[in-house]
């Protein structure tokens, strides 16, 4: 696994820019996998702003992003297709066909989790995933405990996890209780995969990740694992 040391949060949003733009240039039909959350915001931005200058197109960009929220429609301000669309598909020239999220209010759940896995299956492989980390050390929305062969499944969130992703919601009552998210398993068939960690209060679980014991109890010590795995960082270890 390499890590990249950056000086701040804008280096390290012009790095995943640029690793970002450099995949979408390298093939004719790329294929991204996306986060929300903090940590990619200016990513995105700036990935907009390259848009906007001509640099970069999404015509030919088919995406996939981690996991939804459970419960939550795409016009819901807390879900996180509202995010993309907020941040990246709005402003962007991606075609509505091309964009994947698991559908957080299907009828039926496992068969939304089976039906966004066969589409990966039958587009992909993915060639970047974007990644952010949880101070948990989750990926997507997969809990410490959850299997490393995992697929698309639905996730029941942590409390702790539910306290962090407050912030995005008027209260925490309001915070799902379960997502659906892309397993550890799926996401390690991405050809290559950045994980961006921003913030000093991520120092102890970006150790645990570049140093520690690969072990399902620390999910994203997984990427140890992969033969194509970045970390970003602007933490001073
Ligand atoms: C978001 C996701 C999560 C976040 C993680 C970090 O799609 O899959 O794993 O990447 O919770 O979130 P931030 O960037 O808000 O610290």
Known sequence: MKVVKVKNNEQLSISARDIIMDVVHSYDKPILGLATGSTPEKTYRFLVEKYMSGEISFKDVTSFNLDEYVGLAPTNPFSYRH????????????KQENIHIPDGLAEDL???????EQTIKDVGPI???????????HIGFNEPGTPFDSRTHVAQLT????????RFFDS????????????????MEAEQIVLLVQGDH????????????VSEDVPATVLQNHPHAVVITDIDL
């Open 83 to 94: 995010y993309m669309n907020k941040h990246l598909f709005g402003k962007v020239n991606m």
């Open 110 to 116: 496992e068969t939304e989790c089976k039906r966004f």
């Open 127 to 137: 060639h970047l995933q974007v990644l952010g980390v949880g101070l948990n050390g």
């Open 159 to 166: 409390e702790s996890t539910r306290e962090v992703n407050s």
């Open 172 to 187: 925490i009552d309001e915070v799902p209780k379960e997502a659906l998210t892309m397993g550890i398993g799926t996401i």
């Open 202 to 213: 991520k120092k102890d679980i970006l150790k645990q990740i570049i140093n520690g014991e």
